[in-house]
């Protein structure tokens, strides 16, 4: 009795030298030129949470209120 079993085993691909580097490289010279984000700003953000509720208010006021006592309510732990 024969009991040999045959696997097809896919050969490991390795990058060519100096790939890795490269593409490090590559990756580091585009993130130089991307702009910082934007500082945060509490109230601006406050101000805009607001101007969405009011928003939403015309389509969905439940929504909306809810929105809106979230808001206040960081605006109360967060002191602003």
Known sequence: MNTTLNLQVPQQRTAPRGAT???NAVADLLTAFRPSPAQRDASRDVRRAR???????RRDPRS???LTAAIDRYEQQNGL
């Open 21 to 23: 580097w490269i593409g």
């Open 51 to 57: 101007a969405l509720a009011a928003e939403w208010n």
């Open 64 to 66: 909306a209120a809810d």
